[in-house]
């Protein structure tokens, strides 16, 4: 499966951005679906996860009650919604795909995304 990130951008902090991953290929509706980030200087961390089915997410701790993950498995995308946005939310997000049930852990996923860069202004 192929992966493509858009949305990303400038913002304010408080602001909201809706990130969009589109996939291509067969069997979406088959992987889990996660987004990560990277700011700079850093490594790549998990930020969300949806199951194949759409029912079970997942959030770190730092974006809880701000994001949401949710996917339609029609169109073969996965979105994230961003609200609340703060400075240290700056980083390129990628979207990945994986072939287990549920994992937040990096390694685990098998495709990725290229990249969306999002920045928050203070």
């Known amino acids: 499966v192929q992966l493509q990130a858009f949305g990303g951008g400038l913002v304010q902090a408080g602001g909201s951005l809706r990130l969009s991953c589109a996939a291509s290929?067969?069997?979406?509706?088959?992987?889990?679906m996660g987004w990560f980030r990277q700011a700079p200087g850093k490594e790549r961390e998990f930020v969300a996860a949806?199951?194949?089915?759409?029912?079970?997410?997942n959030y770190a701790d730092s974006v809880k009650e701000r994001f949401t993950i949710s996917r339609d498995n029609i169109r073969s995308m996965v979105y994230l919604q961003m609200n609340s946005l703060k400075p240290e939310d700056t980083a390129v997000y990628y979207c990945?795909?994986?072939?287990?049930?549920?994992?937040?852990?990096?390694?685990?996923?098998?495709?990725w995304g290229q990249g969306t860069e999002v920045t928050v202004s203070s």
């Open positions: 990945a795909a994986g072939s287990l049930a549920f994992t937040f852990r990096r390694d685990e996923y098998d495709y």
């Open positions: 290929g067969r069997s979406f509706s088959t992987y889990l």
């Open positions: 949806i199951s194949r089915s759409g029912v079970t997410t």
